[in-house]
Each structure stands twice: as C-alpha cells, then as structure tokens.
C-alpha cells in the first residue's frame, strides 16, 4: 500500500494496532501557538491538557516560549494538568 501525502507539511507516524492491523497518523509539522499565534515546528511536545475551575478540560499547543508561562500559571494557581 502507498500513502500519498505531502511529506513537507506532514510527519506520517505509523503504529501497529493488531498483529494485522495498522494505524497511519499524519501530524501537522508546523502548529500555531494558542496564546500568542505564532507559528513553530511542532514536535508532539509543545500540548498541554488541563481542567479548569468547572471541571471543563481545556488544552493547547504552545511555542517554547508560552509552554513555559502556562506552565507556570497553572502551577501557581493550582490547576489539575492531566
């Protein structure tokens, strides 16, 4: 089987299900920051997942940058990050 896609906007990450089963997953190389807009390399590291005050989930990709500062918000405010 041959998978076309474009190979400059896109990672292909293929994992093994079932001894016969396959999943392809394509992930976006390039991510816009959800607190400032700004767009990086993304490299699966950069989300985060919280809940807020109601208990709603919240999450986001940061730039380096922002992953830091929500970081450490949530640590002063004590939010549950899962």
């Known amino acids: 089987m041959k998978i076309k ?4 906007k896109y990672h292909l990450k ?3 299900t079932h001894p ?11 991510r816009n920051c ?3 807009g700004k767009r990086f390399e993304s490299n699966g590291k950069e989300f985060l997942t919280w809940t807020d005050d109601n208990g709603f989930l919240r999450s986001g990709y940061f ?4 992953l830091v500062k ?3 918000v949530l640590k002063e405010i004590k939010y549950r990050k899962i």
Do not use: A, G, M, S
């Not at 896609?5 to 400059?8: I, L, P, R």
């Not at 730039?63 to 922002?66: E, G, H, M, N, P």
């Open 5 to 8: 896609y474009d190979k400059k």
């Open 14 to 16: 293929k994992t093994q």
């Open 20 to 30: 016969d089963e396959f999943q392809f997953n394509l992930i976006p190389k390039k």
């Open 34 to 36: 959800k607190l400032c």
């Open 63 to 66: 730039c380096r940058k922002d």
């Open 70 to 72: 929500v970081n450490q």
